[in-house]
């Protein structure tokens, strides 16, 4: 069963997550903008999920995790919860 590690910011709207995405980009942190803005308990830990199966997350989650390159920020990605920003550490 395929494993991934995976860090993820989730907000309320798009456009914050486009301007969290934007500050990425500009040298932010991803652990320290999950642990100011995301609306996730992860965001604690600086967005960490650990380690997951696939099927364990939402769908539009997993496709991202087990489908985007690692190492990358993907998103926004819509799910039920909100928009995420999804960072994968790893895949196997």
């Given at each position: 069963?395929?494993?991934?590690?995976?860090?993820?910011?989730?907000?309320?709207?798009q456009?914050?997550?486009?301007?969290?995405?934007?500050?990425?980009?500009?040298?932010?942190?991803?652990?320290?903008?999950?642990?100011?803005?995301?609306?996730?308990?992860?965001?604690?830990?600086?967005?960490?999920?650990?380690?997951?199966?696939?099927?364990?997350?939402?769908?539009?989650?997993?496709?991202?995790?087990?489908?985007?390159?690692?190492?990358?920020?993907?998103?926004?990605?819509?799910?039920k919860?909100?928009?995420?920003l999804?960072?994968?550490?790893?895949?196997?």
């Amino acid at each position: 069963m395929a494993r991934a590690h995976a860090l993820h910011i989730l907000v309320k709207t798009q456009a914050e997550a486009v301007e969290l995405k934007k500050q990425l980009a500009a040298g932010k942190k991803f652990g320290d903008l999950a642990r100011k803005h995301s609306l996730c308990p992860s965001g604690k830990k600086g967005g960490d999920l650990g380690e997951f199966r696939r099927g364990q997350m939402v769908p539009a989650f997993d496709k991202v995790v087990f489908g985007k390159p690692t190492l990358e920020v993907h998103g926004p990605v819509k799910t039920k919860f909100g928009w995420h920003l999804i960072k994968i550490l790893s895949r196997g």
